[in-house]
């Protein structure tokens, strides 16, 4: 299976301030995909990163909020976009090679 | 969308015991995942079992998809079995996985 890094593993950010996570993966991979994990709650799709073209972003996530880039098929960032407390979470991405296989979260606390 | 449904949500068991978690989901299904999120919140792939049955060590799983629900059996527990266990499906044609409330599970000594 492939292995996948997150980068930073853990923040503290203001409000109001953007903060960008990279995933790495060790292997080139077509899909990939970014989760938020809101404290107790389960794991929630925001995105899929598609190479070379825009996310494909769920209902109740936009583009201005979660902008998401995919430059390679090893490699994605997310950016959390004006932070706020409600943004406090645990992101995760995804890849699937016939199932999904998760990173080890990015987990945020917004002040 | 498809809906995913999770029981027990919590579960306290004594260490040595049996348990057995369900997961009904509303849809024909390509993929279905049984995760163990430890404390550290690391997602641990535990099975990839659409359909059929498959067993690891203590941990065995079940999906019937004709009846749409899927279990997963826990013998002989340890505490580093403690934490919170998805179950998580994909759609006929979709990749997505759509994950359920997850059962919080708590193996005292």
């Known amino acids: 299976s492939a292995v996948i890094s997150q980068k930073p593993s853990r923040d503290i950010c203001q409000r109001g301030t953007s903060l960008t996570i990279q995933c790495q993966v060790d292997?080139?991979?077509?899909?990939m995909f970014w989760y938020r994990q809101q404290p107790g709650q389960s794991l929630t799709l925001i995105a899929t990163?598609?190479?070379?073209?825009?996310?494909?972003?769920e209902s109740g996530f936009v583009i201005d909020k979660f902008p998401i880039s995919r430059p390679n098929l090893t490699f994605s960032t997310l950016t959390v976009s004006n932070m706020s407390p409600e943004d406090s979470s645990i992101y995760l991405c995804?890849?699937?090679?016939?199932?999904?296989?998760f990173g080890p979260g990015t987990r945020l606390t917004v002040l | 969308g498809i809906q995913v449904e999770q029981s027990p949500p919590d579960l306290i068991l004594q260490e040595g015991a049996n348990s057995t978690l369900r997961c009904n989901f509303s849809?024909?299904?390509?993929?279905l995942q049984w995760f163990h999120q430890n404390p550290w919140g690391q997602l641990i792939n535990l099975f990839y079992?659409?359909?059929g049955t498959k067993q690891n060590g203590r941990l065995s799983a079940t999906t019937v998809a004709t009846e749409r629900y899927s279990l997963l059996y826990i013998s002989s527990s340890q505490t580093t079995d403690s934490g919170v266990y998805f179950c998580?499906?994909?759609?006929?044609?979709?990749?997505?996985?759509?994950f359920g409330k997850g059962t919080k599970l708590s193996v005292i000594p």
């Open positions: 995804s890849v699937e090679e016939r199932e999904q296989f």
């Open positions: 292997s080139q991979v077509t899909m």
């Open positions: 990163a598609n190479q070379g073209s825009e996310a494909t972003y």
């Open positions: 849809d024909s299904v390509n993929n």
């Open positions: 079992i659409p359909s």
């Open positions: 998580a499906v994909a759609g006929a044609g979709s990749y997505q996985l759509t």
